[in-house]
């Protein structure tokens, strides 16, 4: 508050000034994040039918390798993390490669690289397909540098909600129905569906087999109930990301689903936010993004209490500002 004068502070004073200093400081390490993540050079060409992508309008998209064929998709989400699902892995580590900045996996270009895998973490309570727990980090076996082709998405904070009707895009290598795998990256927009909706829809026409007919906690659905356009083989482990004020956000990992763009049966995904927890403390540098209002109105908040405790508690206080 400018015009005041400076007096002395006690001690406690400042532990409390140091304190606020560091709760600011987090807080805009949070919005740089929010800067830096999920905003890719080439914008995104807003087409529900399943098509083309453009190289760099998905940097975070890798393309998990097995002995140099695609066997899976994943997505960057640090200079040296990449995450996808724990069901991709099912040989030895030292035959899988990651694949980054390709836009065709024929061609990947000069602007592409591929990476050795360091090392894999499964999420322990992971029990086989269609079951909770279907995530994996990779450890690159080297830090990239970021371009307009290789960047990471943003990870959303548990705060984060992905509510029904939300229109979000999933990315892959993966089968085009009944036509071989296709070499250019793909992109369709699917809109999100609540788990008591797609419990639903998978409890309609039931056959024997092992897919669960309830959509438990740790998933997210996606996609439309007369079918037709859907995740499919190939596109595992990749992203479904959802706009998040100026950023694109990694709301779901392709996990499971009963065929392909079949009616009745959307497609499954690994819920990011419910695996916060676990991603911090495997990757403890990593950053998760809130909502950019609920930021802003949390930097309002601890800045008025911090006035008023400065002004009202008498006695010597340092005040500055304007």
Same mark, same amino acid.
């Given at each position: 508050?400018?015009?005041? +004068?400076?007096?002395?502070?006690?001690?406690? *004073?400042?532990?409390?000034?140091?304190?606020?200093?560091?709760?600011?400081?987090?807080? %805009?390490?949070?919005?740089?994040?929010?800067?830096?993540?999920?905003?890719?050079?080439?914008?995104? %060409?807003?087409?529900?039918? !399943?098509?083309?992508?453009?190289?760099? *309008?998905?940097?975070?998209?890798?393309?998990?390798?097995? %002995?140099?064929?695609?066997? #899976?998709? !994943?997505?960057?989400?640090?200079?040296?993390?990449?995450?996808?699902?724990?069901?991709?892995?099912?040989?030895?580590?030292?035959?899988?490669?990651?694949?980054?900045?390709?836009?065709?996996?024929?061609?990947?270009?000069?602007?592409? #690289?591929?990476?050795?895998?360091?090392?894999?973490?499964? %999420?322990?309570? @992971?029990?086989?397909?269609?079951?909770?727990?279907?995530?994996?980090?990779?450890?690159?076996?080297?830090?990239?540098?970021?371009?307009?082709?290789?960047?990471?998405?943003?990870?959303?904070?548990?705060?984060?909600?992905?509510?029904?009707?939300?229109?979000?895009?999933?990315?892959?290598?993966?089968?085009?129905?009944?036509?071989?795998?296709?070499?250019?990256?793909?992109?369709?927009?699917?809109?999100?569906? &609540?788990?008591?909706?797609?419990?639903?829809?998978?409890?309609?026409?039931?056959?024997?087999?092992?897919?669960?007919?309830?959509?438990?906690?740790?998933?997210?659905?996606?996609?439309?109930?007369?079918?037709?356009? &859907?995740?499919?083989?190939? &596109?595992?482990?990749?992203?479904?990301?959802?706009?998040?004020?100026?950023?694109?956000?990694?709301?779901?990992?392709? $996990?499971?689903?009963?065929? #392909?763009?079949? *009616?009745?049966?959307?497609?499954?995904?690994?819920?990011?936010?419910?695996? +916060?927890?676990?991603?911090?403390?495997?990757?403890?540098?990593?950053?998760?993004?809130?909502?950019?209002?609920?930021?802003?109105?949390?930097?309002?908040?601890?800045?008025?209490?911090?006035?008023?405790? #400065?002004?009202?508690?008498? *006695? $010597? @206080?340092?005040? $500055?500002?304007?």
């Amino acid at each position: 508050v400018a015009g005041l +004068q400076e007096v002395q502070a006690t001690s406690g *004073e400042c532990t409390f000034s140091a304190f606020l200093f560091l709760l600011f400081q987090i807080l %805009n390490e949070s919005l740089s994040f929010l800067a830096a993540c999920g905003r890719p050079h080439v914008s995104l %060409n807003r087409i529900v039918k !399943g098509q083309d992508t453009a190289p760099g *309008e998905f940097p975070w998209q890798i393309s998990l390798q097995l %002995n140099k064929r695609h066997v #899976c998709g !994943g997505s960057l989400i640090s200079d040296e993390w990449v995450i996808t699902a724990a069901h991709c892995f099912y040989q030895d580590l030292s035959q899988y490669q990651v694949l980054l900045g390709a836009n065709q996996l024929s061609n990947p270009g000069p602007q592409s #690289c591929c990476l050795g895998v360091k090392k894999v973490i499964v %999420n322990p309570t @992971y029990a086989g397909q269609t079951s909770s727990g279907d995530i994996a980090l990779v450890q690159l076996a080297r830090k990239v540098h970021y371009s307009e082709f290789i960047l990471p998405i943003c990870l959303p904070d548990a705060s984060v909600k992905f509510p029904p009707g939300k229109v979000c895009w999933v990315t892959g290598w993966g089968n085009l129905l009944d036509l071989p795998s296709p070499q250019t990256l793909q992109k369709l927009q699917v809109p999100i569906i &609540d788990s008591k909706t797609c419990s639903a829809l998978y409890r309609t026409n039931i056959a024997d087999g092992p897919i669960p007919r309830v959509i438990k906690d740790d998933m997210i659905c996606a996609g439309f109930a007369e079918g037709r356009k &859907d995740a499919c083989k190939g &596109d595992s482990g990749g992203p479904m990301v959802c706009p998040v004020g100026q950023s694109w956000v990694l709301a779901g990992i392709v $996990s499971w689903g009963e065929g #392909c763009a079949i *009616e009745n049966r959307p497609g499954v995904y690994s819920r990011l936010t419910y695996y +916060q927890k676990w991603i911090h403390s495997h990757i403890p540098g990593i950053q998760f993004v809130k909502d950019p209002n609920k930021v802003e109105r949390i930097r309002v908040l601890c800045f008025f209490p911090c006035l008023f405790v #400065c002004v009202v508690g008498g *006695e $010597s @206080y340092l005040i $500055s500002g304007t």
